[in-house]
């Protein structure tokens, strides 16, 4: 069945080069996408607790997956409690980190029936502050965005009648906005609307003083000032604290909803949505739209596309080229539409806006319902779509988990045979420095095999650090790891080349007894003199002295026991003096160390064996106060 598939994709004028399937045995739905030098964040919910996911009850909870440029998953996490949590949109913060927004139902969360739900993590995923805010009836978020002055901008729906967010409810359903800080903090909440069903989807920071919301509206009063159809696309305009300006619609004389928007090469505002109004569609009763904003907010649909059936633009995004990527789905047979193979197939176009043209327009999916959310390029002239699908594994040519997956695909518009290469990313080394006192900051200093000094980098007190190796480094590489008032501690990785690779320490708060081993502190066979391998490490640990200088410290040498019995206790205290001469030598004080010798008494590695014999040829050290 593979075969016969991608056979046809040939037939069409796409070659499938590889896919991926993400998630359990219920549904998993991908609402977001981005992408990066190191991989793609895919945002979305999930009802599964089995496959990936391991979790209680069938709830439905936010779900974010980090995958690497070859698609193999990072780390994965959920977000939720006892109910209904479903994603609506996400973003990636400047630091990595994410905010996601949609709505709860969980009685532990909500004020009411639904609220607006908004969780903040950092780049690896822990939750930074989450807040549920909504009032008595049912709310959600539905869009977010970062504004150049770094406060959060949420827009969605509230059906609430409460005095605090909705305090003169214009109609049904009104458009709400809420701005917070990037610690949580609410900083003001807002309400749109007319008399009947209005909500807000999409945040444009135009400037520093103007935002657009947009949204989808059916009211002829209140804010709403241009009515045209039966549902029309939405924009207010608001200042910098959230204040209407004005407002006004787009569409034609039926139902138009917005869905993706990206800025253009000039400062314009492109956005993506589904039209049903004629006019507008070109094909059939729904066709995927494109409207050009300037920034004065003149608008036209230089572009749509579709059959006789129903379609919808999901993402918008420029290529490097100037090129729109455009990712949707499709539920024609004809027009633009040249094979379709289930209800309702994932669509990917590129489009040239100046030439007015299409460079391609591709169909992808089984049997059932298959949706794509963003379009990428990838290497080698490549694509990646990312989406959803409810199709059986066995039209898609991949193993399927459930009633829907996170799907991703490698795909190229090329019939001439690829092979798909390994993917360059950056190398990456990220994770947490925890601390046993909440809050302190950390210090890493980055080393070579060798202990070659490479780089440093200070950690805020979140704990979360992330850097990019050079790319000549090759090899093991070194982390020491120094916080005010903890322990010091050196450890080491080999990294994957072209990959995220995750190290997380844990750091002690200083109290006698703690021990260290220097694991980089060598000795030949029988000797008790210094190799200059030792040097980095005894370094760092003079720095760690030099931070804390009421510290003493017992320096206990170690032998691996082929030496002669009667000389075993007297090497192995040589060896801790060769340890402390070397640190007075760097300007420490000789009080402030007690040296003892244990000779073979407590081998850490297998004696039979030469590398168990190096590491047992050692210096430890303990806290004495």
């Not at 209005?198 to 059916?218: E, F, K, M, Q, Y």
């Not at 030496?563 to 420490?588: F, H, I, K, P, T």
Request: charged residues 20%.
């Amino acid at each position: 069945m593979r075969w016969l598939v991608l056979s046809v994709s040939l037939l069409w004028g796409q070659q499938v080069l590889r896919q991926r399937v993400y998630g359990g045995s219920m549904a998993d739905v991908l609402v977001r996408a981005y992408a990066d030098a190191s991989g793609y964040w895919l945002l979305g919910h999930t009802r599964s607790r089995d496959g990936l996911l391991k979790r209680k009850g069938y709830d439905a909870d936010f779900w974010v997956l980090r995958l690497d440029r070859a698609g193999e998953v990072v780390w994965h996490a959920t977000y939720g409690a006892e109910g209904e949590e479903e994603l609506t949109d996400g973003i990636v913060l400047p630091d990595g980190g994410l905010v996601l927004v949609g709505w709860t139902d969980s009685p532990s969360l909500t004020h009411g029936r639904k609220d607006a739900y908004i969780v903040c993590t950092d780049p690896l995923g822990r939750v930074r502050w989450s807040r549920a805010i909504g009032g008595t009836g049912n709310d959600a978020a539905q869009g977010v965005s970062l504004h150049v002055d770094t406060t959060l901008w949420v827009v969605g729906q509230i059906g609430s009648r409460d005095s605090l967010f909705h305090p003169e409810p214009f109609g049904g359903i009104d458009g709400w906005l809420l701005r917070l800080s990037l610690s949580g903090e609410l900083l003001g909440h807002a309400v749109f609307g007319g008399s009947e069903n209005d909500n807000l989807r999409l945040v444009i920071p135009v400037s520093r003083d103007t935002v657009w919301l947009v949204g989808a509206s059916d009211s002829r009063d209140g804010h709403i000032q241009s009515p045209l159809g039966k549902m029309d696309i939405w924009l207010v305009e608001t200042d910098r604290a959230g204040q209407w300006r004005r407002s006004w619609n787009l569409g034609g004389g039926d139902f138009e909803e917005p869905y993706s928007w990206v800025r253009g090469p000039t400062g314009e505002v492109w956005l993506a949505g589904t039209s049903f109004s004629r006019g507008v569609t070109a094909y059939g009763r729904a066709d995927g739209a494109i409207w050009r904003l300037d920034l004065e907010g003149a608008a036209h649909a230089p572009w749509s596309g579709g059959g006789t059936g129903d379609e919808g633009l999901n993402s918008l995004s420029l290529s490097p080229e100037g090129d729109w990527l455009i990712a949707g789905m499709t539920s024609s047979r004809n027009g633009l539409i040249t094979q379709l193979a289930g209800l309702y197939d994932a669509w990917a176009l590129r489009w040239n806006p100046t030439a007015d043209s299409l460079v391609f327009c591709y169909t992808f999916g089984g049997k059932d319902v298959d949706s794509w959310v963003a379009l990428f390029t990838a290497e080698g002239g490549t694509y990646v779509g990312v989406g959803t699908t409810a199709s059986p594994g066995d039209q898609l040519g991949v193993r399927t988990h459930g009633s829907a997956d996170i799907w991703v695909v490698w795909w190229s518009p090329d019939t001439t045979p690829l092979v798909l290469s390994p993917p360059e990313s950056p190398t990456m080394l990220l994770g947490y420095i925890r601390t046993e006192k909440p809050g302190t900051p950390a210090l890493v200093f980055f080393r070579n095999a060798a202990g070659g000094m490479i780089d440093s980098l200070g950690v805020t007190a979140e704990g979360f650090f992330s850097w990019r190796l050079p790319d000549s480094l090759v090899g093991e590489v070194r982390l020491s790891l120094h916080a005010p008032g903890h322990i010091w501690k050196e450890v080491s990785l080999r990294p994957r080349r072209g990959r995220e690779n995750r190290i997380d320490v844990y750091l002690e708060k200083l109290r006698p007894g703690l021990r260290m081993p220097l694991f980089y502190v060598h000795f030949d066979k029988g000797s008790a003199k210094l190799l200059p391998e030792s040097y980095p490490q005894l370094q760092e640990l003079a720095r760690f002295l030099r931070a804390n200088p009421n510290l003493r410290l017992e320096l206990a040498g170690h032998t691996d026991g082929t030496s002669r019995a009667e000389s075993e206790l007297q090497l192995s205290r040589a060896r801790a003096a060769a340890v402390r001469d070397y640190l007075v030598s760097q300007g420490l004080p000789k009080e402030r160390f007690n040296i003892v010798g244990y000779g073979k008494a407590y081998p850490i590695a297998d004696n039979a064996t030469p590398e168990g014999q190096r590491r047992n040829r050692r210096v430890e050290f303990r806290v004495l106060n």
